[in-house]
């Protein structure tokens, strides 16, 4: 099982990102997928997920309405569109899968772990 998360970098505030999440090792059809951040200093919080079951998706108050999560099943990716960008947003963002057929941005129900893609942003 590998995750591979990448499309991190450096934005002005107002600016706009699109991470993505490479799955290999398992069925994207069967796994809540998750998106996560830590800030320095900070534990890692739950941004967004998007379930297995149906689709539904889920958002942390703090980007409700910046961010969009999707996938592509046909392409094991899984994307997080992230728009109007705050000094805040700054972070190493994490993919996450978990087994669980459920909406979650609860660290302890995911079971693989992606390498993380720092997100900075900053005039």
């Known amino acids: 099982v590998q995750l591979q998360a990448s499309g991190g970098g450096s934005v002005q505030p107002g600016g706009s990102l699109k991470l993505s999440c490479v799955v290999s090792?398992?069925?994207?059809?069967?796994?809540?997928m998750g998106w996560f951040r830590q800030a320095p200093g900070k534990e890692r919080e739950g941004v967004s997920c998007?379930?297995?079951?149906?689709?539904?998706?889920y958002y942390a108050g703090s980007v409700m309405g910046r961010f969009v999560i999707s996938k592509d099943n046909f392409k094991n990716t899984v994307y997080l569109q992230m728009n109007s960008l705050k000094p805040e947003d700054t972070a190493v963002h994490y993919c996450?899968?978990?087994?669980?057929?459920?909406?979650?941005?609860?660290?302890?129900?995911?079971?693989?772990w992606g390498q993380g893609t720092l997100v900075t942003v900053s005039s």
């Open positions: 090792g398992f069925d994207l059809d069967y796994y809540t």
């Open positions: 998007i379930s297995s079951s149906d689709g539904g998706t």
């Open positions: 996450a899968a978990s087994r669980l057929s459920i909406i979650s941005i609860t660290t302890l129900d995911y079971n693989y």
